[in-house]
Each structure stands twice: as C-alpha cells, then as structure tokens.
C-alpha cells in the first residue's frame, strides 16, 4: 500500500518545498519594518554647504569588515555609492575616535534595501567601515 502513495506524497512534498522556496526567496517578500516611515525613493543628493563629508570623491576604500558585511548582507559598491550621494547623515550614529569621526548614511537603494552605511573622511578618500541592512537580520560570520 505504502508503494501505491509513495509517488503521490514525494510529488505532494516536492510541490509543498517548491512554494516554500518561491516565497522565501530575496525580493519576494518586502521585509519592511511597517512601523518605520521610509521614503519610497531617494530624495536625490543632500550634500549642502555645511555637509561634513566630501561626497564627490572618487576614492572609496572598502575595510575588510565592509567587504564581510556586504557579501553578507547583499550590499554591492553601486548601492555603497547610491547612498553615498542619496543618504542622510544619522548625526545620532556619529561617532568620533582617535583616527577622527566616522559619519552613518541612512538611505532605500535602488533594490528596495534600508540600509546605513558607515563612512570615515581620511586624507583624500572615503573608508566604508561597515554596512547595516536595518530591516534584515543576515547570518554573518565576520570578525
């Protein structure tokens, strides 16, 4: 009898694993937090006159932590530089070290994505220090 249901409940299962993976799967589900208001695009570029960061250089370095985070947390260099020139300073995030202060971006990319991006001025070019999926909790194993 078992050998008479065995096809139908492997292709039940299988039907059932397909539908679970669709709907699981990045992109499908837009995993934002309905409580928190976030623009729907970008404004544009915010630089203004008093801006602490130069968002027009062209040299961005990536730390090795950055690097980690991005691959975990699906953040490509395009949407680095979106919120580069989009993002709005999180001045309550600013934190100042012995190697100067690093500034939190805040902004949607282009793939829907709410993220804060930490950069720090030094000398003539942007570290990334790290990068923060705020609607998301990825598994990452950096250190």
């Known amino acids: 009898m078992l050998k008479k249901y065995l ?60 690097r980690c985070r991005m691959a975990c947390r699906h953040i490509d260099e395009t949407e680095v530089k979106e919120i580069l020139t989009t993002g709005v300073i999180n001045y309550s995030k600013v934190e100042e070290t012995g190697e100067g202060k690093s500034y939190p971006l805040e902004g949607v990319t282009h793939d829907k994505q709410h993220v804060r991006i930490v950069f720090a001025p030094h000398e003539n070019k942007l570290v990334v220090v790290t990068v923060i999926d705020l609607d998301t909790e990825w598994t990452c194993n950096c250190n």
């Open 7 to 66: 096809p139908v409940i492997l292709l039940i299962s299988a039907a059932i694993m397909l539908y679970w993976i669709k709907t699981n799967q990045r992109g499908k589900h837009n995993n934002i937090n309905i409580s928190r208001e976030i623009p729907a695009v970008n404004p544009g570029p915010v630089a203004a006159e008093n801006d602490p960061i130069d968002r027009t250089t062209n040299t961005i370095e990536y730390s090795k932590h950055a």
